[in-house]
């Protein structure tokens, strides 16, 4: 305990030297801790948002993996369509709970002098496709309603009920329901049913994707490969696949974030150890001193060593309030600059990385403890006292 | 209780050797107050580095009781100092941020012995610094900083205490208490080793050896 107190005292000592020392730990920590955060964050939220999406596989025609992914998760907008034939086979199959085609498109609105996002969907299937949505008004029940997203409905400034104009495509539409803020893409689209979204987009058998649930789960691959067999054209993605491709596309930032936090890491690690060696330079008399009246080497060794790691444990733990206290701002910017980030909270606390994190300082804390803490014990007593 | 025999002492400065100590004999039985006195470079503090087991003697030999010191390991030399040797030195050396009671406490602590806080109290009320117990040295005197450090000498039962210039830092009525504080350690039984630049202090010593150029006169 009193190595312990010695140890904390000697830091005091020289109160800039280790509070700027601190400083660079608690910086790199915090960095370390906000990225390990945001990805456990990252990788939960698109679990979380793909579980929403209610089906197993999406149909899609031959093209890119990503595109899919965006259509999954940005409803993007994909040039080729399937002919909605193929979500007959489907269903013939065995095995397969419900089929449900999805056609998304952009709609000019010259009224509002905007573009709209349309996303027609099989109204009678939103429960199982959109099971976390919560709709104010209700859902829509004959062709002429629609669904509007909370942010659209907010930019059109319009409530359940109202009426919705296209003289382009000579159809108006009832709002039958907003829905309630997801925090998700879902919010920047109007849902209409999917049999008039192919009338007005001249598709009558068209769909930019068919989405699948099948029965048991466990059967999911037989059944893709059986229906890759039967089905020339088609591309078949699972969500797991979806959240690999996501998953991969955002691993590359991660690696370069990680690669950062490290850099920043060794480089505090080298001004805890440049702190602790100026000390121990200029206790060598101390040190001496403490030889003299009975200390061994070990001893010396232990309380300079206590010093960095007290050093690091602390500055790690201001590092992880640091990062706590600017969860938001962090959040705001990761949003602005990735691509595509699931909805929810990315940097949320997570006990167990903090505890990895003050881990991982303690060991930054002996690693660069260790030279000084060796050139302490190594400090003769006589040439010490003789100064 | 220490028989020094034939040493000598030699360090090495770049590329020339420089003899500290040249064919010392000397003989320190218990409870003796001896002064070491001699002008800078007659090798006081080298002869007292070699008595307090902080160095080895280059040729001859030492016995502390009865163990030849000269082929113990420095351990060894370590185990010897904490249970048989207290130091007293000019620039007191007191840890600063600790308090009295943890600066006299501090061997104890390298000793792996339990801090006896009764033993310790009564070493701090023997040099008469009880109201300060709790201070660091920062708010002490010097002479209160030496009495500290005395009392850190002798708190694992040394048979020999070695006080190097002890009064060196410290005006006359400072000195004149220390060296009273000493005497009254001699008195109670220690064996008191001390070099020193006063004159006055020397006199009051049961024997003064004096240094000139490494050797006894």
Same mark, same amino acid.
């Not at chain 1, 595109?67 to 086979?89: C, N, R, W, Y």
């Not at chain 2, 003796?32 to 002008?39: K, T, W």
């Not at chain 2, 010897?80 to 600066?103: A, D, H, T």
């Given at each position: 305990?009193?190595?312990?107190?010695?140890?904390?005292? @000697?830091?005091?000592?020289?109160?800039?030297?280790?509070?700027?020392?601190?400083?660079?730990? !608690?910086?790199?920590?915090?960095?370390?801790?906000?990225?390990?955060?945001? @990805?456990?964050?990252?990788?939960?939220?698109?679990?979380?948002?793909?579980?929403?999406?209610?089906?197993?596989?999406?149909?899609?025609?031959?093209?890119?993996?990503?595109?899919?992914?965006?259509?999954?998760?940005?409803?993007? $907008?994909?040039?080729?369509?399937?002919?909605?034939?193929?979500?007959?086979?489907?269903?013939?199959?065995?095995?397969?709970?419900?089929?449900?085609?999805?056609?998304?498109?952009?709609?000019?609105?010259?009224?509002?002098?905007?573009?709209?996002?349309?996303?027609?969907?099989?109204?009678?299937?939103?429960?199982?496709?959109?099971?976390?949505?919560?709709?104010?008004?209700?859902?829509?029940?004959?062709?002429?309603?629609?669904?509007?997203?909370?942010?659209?409905?907010?930019?059109?400034?319009?409530?359940?009920?109202?009426?919705?104009?296209?003289?382009?495509?000579?159809?108006?539409?009832?709002?039958?329901?907003?829905?309630?803020?997801?925090?998700?893409?879902?919010? !920047?689209?109007?849902?209409?049913?999917?049999?008039?979204?192919?009338?007005?987009?001249?598709?009558?058998?068209?769909?930019?994707?068919?989405?699948?649930?099948?029965?048991?789960?466990?059967?999911?691959?037989?059944?893709?490969?059986?229906?890759?067999?039967?089905?020339?054209?088609?591309?078949?993605?699972?969500?797991?696949?979806?959240?690999?491709?996501?998953?991969?596309?955002?691993?590359?930032?991660?690696?370069?974030?990680?690669?950062?936090?490290?850099? !920043?890491?060794?480089?505090?690690?080298?001004?805890?150890?440049?702190?602790?060696?100026?000390?121990?330079?200029?206790?060598?008399?101390?040190?001496?001193?403490?030889?003299?009246?009975?200390?061994?080497?070990?001893?010396?060794?232990?309380? $300079?060593?206590?010093?960095?790691?007290?050093?690091?444990?602390?500055?790690?733990?201001?590092?992880?309030?640091? #990062?706590?206290?600017?969860?938001?701002? $962090?959040?705001?910017?990761?949003?602005?600059?990735?691509?595509?980030?699931?909805?929810?909270?990315?940097?949320?606390?997570?006990?167990?990385?903090?505890?990895?994190?003050?881990?991982? !300082?303690?060991?930054?804390?002996?690693?660069?403890?260790?030279?000084?803490?060796?050139?302490?014990?190594?400090? #003769?007593?006589?040439?010490?006292?003789?100064? | 209780?220490?028989?020094?025999?034939?040493?000598?002492?030699?360090?090495?400065?770049?590329?020339?050797?420089?003899?500290?100590?040249?064919?010392?004999?000397?003989?320190?039985?218990?409870?003796?107050? $001896?002064?070491?006195?001699?002008?800078?470079?007659?090798?006081?503090?080298?002869?007292?580095?070699?008595?307090?087991?902080?160095?080895?003697?280059?040729?001859?030999?030492?016995?502390?009781?009865?163990?030849?010191?000269?082929?113990? #390991?420095?351990?060894?030399?370590?185990?010897?100092?904490?249970?048989?040797?207290?130091?007293?030195?000019?620039?007191?050396?007191?840890?600063?941020?600790?308090?009295?009671?943890?600066?006299?406490?501090?061997?104890?602590?390298? #000793?792996?012995?339990?801090?006896?806080?009764?033993?310790?109290?009564?070493?701090?009320?023997?040099?008469?610094?009880?109201?300060?117990?709790?201070?660091?040295?920062?708010?002490? *005197?010097?002479?209160?900083?030496?009495?500290?450090?005395?009392?850190?000498?002798?708190?694992?039962?040394?048979?020999?205490?070695?006080?190097?210039?002890?009064?060196?830092?410290?005006?006359?009525?400072? *000195?004149?208490?220390?060296?009273?504080?000493?005497?009254?350690?001699?008195?109670?039984?220690?064996?008191?080793?001390?070099?020193?630049?006063?004159?006055?202090?020397?006199?009051?010593?049961?024997?003064?050896?004096?240094?000139?150029?490494?050797?006894?006169?």
């Amino acid at each position: 305990m009193v190595f312990l107190k010695l140890a904390l005292k @000697n830091l005091k000592r020289h109160r800039t030297r280790s509070l700027l020392a601190l400083f660079g730990i !608690a910086t790199s920590v915090a960095v370390l801790f906000s990225i390990l955060s945001f @990805n456990k964050g990252f990788e939960k939220g698109l679990a979380k948002e793909l579980e929403r999406t209610g089906v197993h596989f999406m149909v899609v025609p031959s093209g890119c993996a990503h595109e899919v992914a965006s259509l999954v998760l940005h409803g993007a $907008i994909i040039p080729q369509f399937l002919d909605i034939t193929v979500m007959d086979k489907i269903a013939a199959m065995d095995g397969i709970e419900f089929a449900s085609p999805i056609l998304v498109a952009q709609l000019p609105n010259p009224q509002k002098g905007s573009v709209d996002l349309i996303y027609g969907i099989e109204m009678s299937k939103i429960a199982q496709l959109k099971p976390h949505w919560e709709i104010d008004g209700s859902a829509a029940e004959n062709d002429h309603e629609i669904i509007l997203g909370s942010e659209v409905a907010v930019h059109m400034r319009v409530k359940p009920g109202d009426m919705l104009s296209y003289p382009n495509v000579n159809a108006t539409f009832k709002v039958a329901g907003v829905l309630k803020k997801t925090g998700s893409q879902d919010d !920047a689209f109007i849902y209409m049913p999917v049999k008039t979204a192919q009338m007005i987009f001249k598709k009558p058998s068209g769909a930019t994707a068919i989405g699948v649930k099948v029965k048991d789960p466990i059967s999911l691959a037989m059944i893709t490969e059986s229906l890759s067999e039967k089905v020339p054209g088609i591309q078949i993605v699972t969500m797991n696949q979806v959240m690999n491709s996501i998953s991969s596309l955002a691993a590359s930032a991660k690696v370069l974030s990680l690669s950062i936090a490290i850099i !920043a890491i060794i480089v505090s690690a080298v001004g805890v150890m440049n702190a602790m060696l100026m000390a121990v330079f200029e206790r060598t008399q101390e040190i001496g001193m403490m030889r003299a009246i009975g200390a061994s080497r070990f001893d010396i060794f232990r309380i $300079i060593l206590k010093e960095g790691m007290l050093l690091t444990i602390s500055g790690g733990l201001a590092g992880i309030i640091i #990062s706590v206290a600017g969860n938001d701002i $962090i959040e705001i910017f990761v949003r602005k600059v990735m691509p595509y980030v699931p909805s929810g909270d990315m940097t949320r606390f997570d006990a167990g990385i903090a505890g990895a994190s003050l881990v991982f !300082a303690l060991l930054v804390g002996i690693l660069s403890g260790l030279y000084p803490a060796w050139k302490a014990s190594k400090v #003769s007593p006589i040439e010490a006292i003789k100064g | 209780m220490i028989e020094l025999r034939a040493v000598e002492k030699i360090y090495r400065r770049g590329s020339e050797e420089v003899h500290a100590l040249r064919g010392i004999d000397l003989d320190i039985g218990m409870k003796e107050f $001896i002064s070491i006195v001699g002008p800078s470079g007659a090798g006081k503090s080298s002869l007292l580095h070699i008595l307090g087991c902080l160095d080895k003697p280059t040729k001859g030999s030492m016995k502390v009781g009865n163990v030849n010191v000269e082929r113990l #390991s420095e351990k060894e030399l370590d185990e010897i100092r904490r249970r048989k040797i207290g130091f007293v030195f000019q620039q007191f050396y007191l840890m600063p941020g600790l308090s009295v009671f943890e600066n006299v406490s501090l061997p104890r602590i390298f #000793s792996k012995q339990k801090t006896d806080r009764e033993k310790i109290t009564e070493l701090i009320s023997m040099v008469g610094l009880k109201d300060r117990i709790g201070h660091t040295p920062n708010q002490l *005197s010097g002479g209160e900083m030496q009495r500290v450090a005395i009392a850190r000498a002798l708190v694992n039962d040394p048979e020999l205490v070695l006080a190097d210039e002890p009064t060196g830092n410290l005006d006359s009525e400072n *000195s004149d208490r220390i060296f009273e504080l000493l005497k009254s350690l001699h008195d109670v039984g220690y064996t008191i080793v001390m070099v020193t630049h006063n004159k006055d202090l020397v006199s009051r010593a049961d024997r003064t050896i004096s240094l000139k150029d490494g050797r006894i006169l």
